[in-house]
């Protein structure tokens, strides 16, 4: 039997393969039947380098519709996808490397200087270049290629891709992702939001993260019906493709800026149906604004890179603000103590998971495998929260300090450590504090050394662009004498939390 994603995935397409799939803003269509001879291409060419169902292929590129079928090429190809975020830098894309040890990579021309000798220096012998336009060596080498590549079976627990998200050491772990993961959550999504044969979706989230590609773009696909897609939010756009579509996708930016656009009223949305959010916690004002200058309810979820989605507030029914809704059906979820018992409704505690959409594992880490699953097989997932008395579970934060700002992760150690790389800076700690567009910001305050100047905001901000990807770069920088402290000598990060909460936003 082939488990192979995209082998249920094709078998969604519409038998009519001349339908649009991607409607793109020059007001070309991409049809399913073009989208399959392209994938196949890209499928032929990295089969026919060598490339053995399992390994890894490394991307970093900008989001287009050759980048989308890319994804769906390795997967046709029995091949891991490993989606790095654009943004990072050479000393981030250097870890990820080495850890994943790909067989090829495909990135950002403007990437090569400094990605070529990384790669060679890991004996990486393929790579490949793919701009924002959809040009690149990638896609002339796979001009000539057959447009009839046979799928390559897998099963079910076979790796289809990996993402690495931050963790508790400050260094991402590699979450892998297997086909049953994607297959199932494809499919409970697929039919818990309804979707219909005439939906539309507006697409405009990245693709190296879960929400744009294993979400989003999962969703239309089972569907066989097409997307606007777009390179990147844009408020106005976002209006004008809401009165002509049916399903809108987005981070909680994206709704505060919608409610800054005049013309988001109830005529604007009257073809809607669903608005969803994601990746970040929503705000119950945001949620309210909303409903009232459009008469609809956002629906609100959850899910994390390991797991896909979780909960759900319901399509039909009650989508209460400040809550993520219910566990999906096939998703176990529970809050439990310290001691690990269930806790009753309404009392905070640590959510822990379990389902066929949850990840077997971190790659290659067993220790952290040991510690992050339970005995009888639930995934911790490292958030806080509890059930309401009639089932609907809220997130009240997390049991680390992970950040999470304009939905994506920032692990504080990591930008720690570059800043106090700075020869003017003693130590350093970063924390996120609320911020009413990116959900959280990343704010980071300094001790300067003794006996030199101390580093202004602009050059620890400047700093750190040459070094971390811009959404890691802290929103403000304070420079303090010294950092609060507990008798043990721990930095008190709720301390700073509450203390420079006010300067962020």
């Known amino acids: 039997m082939d488990d192979n994603l995209y082998t249920l995935l094709a078998s969604r ?9 991607l409607l793109l803003e020059d007001g070309r269509e991409l049809t399913y039947g073009e989208a399959e001879q392209t994938c196949s291409r890209f499928a032929a060419l990295l089969a026919g380098l060598g490339l053995a169902p399992g390994e890894r292929v490394a991307v970093q590129v900008e989001k287009s519709p050759e980048a989308l079928l890319l994804y769906l090429a390795c997967l046709r190809a029995g091949l891991v996808y490993l989606p790095l975020n654009s943004a990072y830098q050479a000393g981030e894309v250097g870890y990820f490397l080495e850890n994943a040890e790909p067989g090829a990579v495909v990135a950002q021309p403007r990437s090569l200087p400094w990605l070529e000798p990384l ?28 447009t009839g590549f046979a799928t390559v079976p897998r099963a079910a627990d076979d790796l289809a891709a990996i993402l690495y998200t931050s963790g508790t050491t400050g260094r991402s772990k ?7 993961n994607l297959a199932s959550n494809a499919k409970v999504l697929h039919a818990y939001w309804g979707f219909r044969p005439d939906d539309v979706l507006v697409h405009m989230l990245p693709l190296f993260h879960v929400h744009g590609l294993f979400v989003a773009a999962h969703c239309v696909l ?17 209006l004008a493709d809401i009165r002509r579509s049916t399903v809108f996708m987005g981070v909680p930016t994206f709704y505060t800026r919608l409610l800054a656009e005049p013309g988001l009223d109830r005529e604007a949305c009257a073809r809607m149906r669903l608005f969803v959010s994601g990746s970040a916690p929503l705000l119950a004002e945001t ?10 309810r956002i629906l609100e979820r959850y899910g994390m890179t390991e797991t896909g989605m979780l909960t759900s507030n319901p399509l039909e029914g009650e989508r209460r603000p400040g809550t993520v809704g ?3 059906p096939g998703t176990s979820v529970r809050v439990v103590g310290d001691d690990g018992a269930a806790l009753a409704a309404g009392e905070i505690g640590q959510i822990q ?9 971190y790659w290659r880490m067993p220790e952290k495998n040991k510690e992050e699953f339970t005995a009888d097989g639930y995934f911790r997932t490292g958030d806080v929260g509890s059930f309401s008395p009639d089932g609907y579970l809220s997130i009240v934060g997390r049991s680390k300090d992970l950040i999470i700002t304009g939905g994506y992760n920032v692990y504080p150690k990591e930008v720690e450590r570059a800043i106090d790389e700075l020869p003017a800076v003693a130590e350093s700690a970063v924390v996120g504090v609320p911020h009413p567009d990116f959900g959280e910001a990343v704010t980071a305050v300094v001790v300067p050394r003794a006996g030199q100047a101390a580093p202004t905001e602009s050059e620890v901000i400047a700093w750190l662009r040459s070094r971390l990807a811009n959404f890691k770069v802290p929103k403000r920088v304070f420079v303090v004498d010294e950092l609060p ?3 043990m000598g721990k930095v008190q990060k709720n301390v700073l939390r509450d203390r420079y909460g006010a300067g962020a936003g």
């Open 13 to 21: 397409f519409p038998a009519d393969r001349g339908r649009p799939l």
């Open 174 to 180: 590699g979450a892998m992702i297997t086909h049953r």
């Open 287 to 296: 949620h309210v604004q909303f409903e009232a200058r459009t008469g609809h």
């Open 119 to 146: 790669a060679a220096a890991r004996g990486i012998r393929h790579v490949f270049t793919l701009d924002e336009h959809g040009a690149g060596t990638l896609v002339d080498a796979a001009r000539a290629g057959s």
């Open 222 to 238: 089972m569907n066989g019906t097409a997307m606007r897609f777009h390179a990147k939010f844009d408020a106005a756009r976002a």
């Open 353 to 361: 998971v379990k389902g066929d959409n949850v990840l077997p594992g």
């Open 326 to 328: 219910f566990p999906l």
């Open 485 to 487: 402290r507990n008798t």
